[in-house]
């Protein structure tokens, strides 16, 4: 996305192609990066970025509205279960949770994460934290929070269905689905390893959430419709950037030879004047490594200071076709959303580690008979390692143990299966994941700001080199830095991604003293 910005804004803008031959190197044999519109099943699904994060001011929605990408005709992953008020929390042992009990800490942990991000004043029973002048997470901080919240309950009168160690008990549970859910926005691991403070600094677009119908690629594919064939280069990894820090640019045959040469993965070089390198956080960690050699000479400390203190994670998404394991033609399967509250202490043995902190599995449509559930974490990574033969027995062991004893269960299997049997009324036919952590193009999904770092960092990341010292600096801008991970209130987004792609176009505009238009 920022890449495919960045050359859309430089070719098209008027009189530049005089000054300057834009060419895009993708190490891949596709553009889109992080975005990968796939089928499944037969329906349209995405591999990677899935949602455009509000309609009002996203450029996203923008371009995919002005190309009538927003509808299809082709079923696709636009998760409309999410959004239905019947949607069904079940613990771990079968048991479906009332919302007398769901709804309450639904309402704390909303409450909490508008605090978090600056959108409520703190109340009473939420303090603002203080943790004696030392560095605090946003995981520390929800658990005060819930903490909070049990110590102003004590007193309330017990519920007559469970006992208080009981309710305790499923109240967390459900306030640890919500966190995991959180872990796949962020792509943190953990929440212990999120800043607290810099929470409020990340800004949201307003109006609802949406996925693309025509798929994200349709968002790509125009922007790099304008560029013509050959501007961009398939399956051109690089392996070195060699750039020239100081104002005495090395010459050859007694000519100022271009600052900044691209080594590739089939030796060849290309010389440029400029470069702006748009590759994950997660390939820029790799590459700062002593024995890594991408960038010669090594990239300066303000800058890998900044990219070793960002957070950088995986979060994969795991489709599951099911299919009736009935002959019955009108069998059907009608799959709930439904959200899974596991117990936080004695867990089941028959369920994997793995599955443990998924929050959800639902349809990716209506009633689609292809689910979705979002891995985040160690639990991502070992998903990839995992063949479809253990992922099918996982999820299975899983299910049975959810709905087995569920008295709705039948009404999702079309009123064919009794409470005995039902988990087995269907069977997995396939399945597909995304690998976004073993993945050497990107190593990872997506940035957050870690427990040590700050918005300073994602400045740091988007600051050219070389650094200029002073306003009379004569260095030409040789690497630029796009992504987003460098954007400070919209990282970890495509539209992010798409505002630091224009902004280095934009800063290659005033250093050639072209209009910004």
């Known amino acids: 996305m920022a890449g495919l910005t ?16 834009v060419c895009v190197v993708e190490g891949g044999n596709r553009i889109g990066g992080r975005i990968n519109t796939s089928e499944f ?4 699904i995405e591999m990677g970025a899935t949602w455009i994060h509000g309609i009002g001011g996203s450029p996203v929605y923008n371009i995919a509205q002005h190309i009538n990408s927003l509808q299809s005709e082709q079923p696709w992953e636009c998760m409309d279960g999410l959004l239905d008020t019947e949607a069904v929390t079940i613990a771990e042992d079968g048991y479906e949770l009332h919302p007398s009990l769901v709804d309450p800490i639904t309402n704390l942990f909303n409450k909490l994460m508008d605090f978090a991000q600056g959108k409520l004043v703190p109340e009473d029973e939420i303090d603002k934290p203080s943790n004696g002048g030392k560095l605090i997470s946003l995981g520390s901080f929800l658990r005060r929070g ?62 609802e959430e949406i996925t693309i119908a025509k798929g994200y690629l349709s968002v790509i594919e125009s922007l790099a419709s304008v560029l013509p064939a050959g501007l961009i280069q398939l399956g051109r990894k690089v392996t070195k950037v060699e750039w020239q820090p100081d104002e005495s640019l090395e010459t050859e045959n007694g000519t100022s030879n271009k600052p900044v040469k691209l080594y590739f993965g089939d030796e060849s070089i290309m010389y440029a004047d400029h470069v702006i390198v748009t590759v994950s956080l997660g390939v820029l960690k790799q590459a700062i490594h002593q024995d890594s050699g991408m960038f010669n000479p090594p990239l300066p400390n303000f800058k890998t200071q900044a990219i070793s203190r960002l957070g950088f994670g995986v979060v994969n998404k795991l489709f599951l076709k099911l299919t009736p394991s009935t002959h019955d033609e009108e069998y ?10 596991f117990h936080q202490s004695e867990p089941n043995p ?8 998924t929050a959800n599995l639902s349809p990716i449509y209506g009633k689609s008979n292809v689910v979705l559930s979002w891995f985040a974490g160690k639990e991502a990574l070992e998903l990839e390692s995992l063949d479809d033969e253990e992922i099918i027995d996982g999820f299975s062991k899983t299910i049975s143990n959810f709905l087995l004893n569920s008295k709705h269960f039948k009404k999702f299997c079309n009123g ?22 073993t993945d050497p193009l990107f190593l990872g ?15 740091a990341m988007a600051e050219p080199l070389p650094k200029k010292t002073s306003i009379h600096s004569n260095i030409p801008l040789q690497i630029l830095f796009a992504g987003e991970a460098t954007h400070r209130t919209h990282y970890s987004t495509t539209h992010g991604a798409y505002f630091s792609g224009l902004k280095e176009a934009n800063r290659l505009l005033h250093h050639y003293n072209c209009i910004d238009i």
Not at 157 to 169: G, V
Not at 416 to 436: D, G, R, Y
Not at 445 to 459: H, M, N, P, Q
Request: glycine letters at 6%; one cysteine or more.
């Open 146 to 207: 819930l903490d909070a919240y049990w110590d102003s309950v004590k007193d309330d009168i017990e519920d007559i269905e469970f006992d208080k160690l009981r309710k305790r008990t499923l109240e967390q549970g459900v306030f640890a689905m919500f966190e995991n859910i959180q872990r796949t926005y962020t792509s943190a691991g953990d929440l212990e390893m999120l800043d607290f403070n810099v929470e409020k600094e990340y800004r949201m677009f307003p109006g």
């Open 41 to 44: 099943g037969g329906d349209r």
């Open 445 to 459: 999904s997506y940035s957050y700001v870690a427990v040590g770092s700050s918005g300073d960092d994602l400045d």
């Open 6 to 21: 960045a050359a859309n804004k430089l070719y098209t803008t008027p009189g530049l192609n005089e000054l300057l031959d």
């Open 350 to 357: 028959k369920i994997p580690w793995w599955m443990r902190r």
């Open 332 to 341: 059907t399967i009608n799959f709930p959303c439904l959200q899974m509250v």
């Open 416 to 437: 064919h299966a009794n409470n005995s049997s039902a988990p087995s009324s269907f069977k997995v036919e396939k399945v597909l994941k995304s690998q976004w952590g």
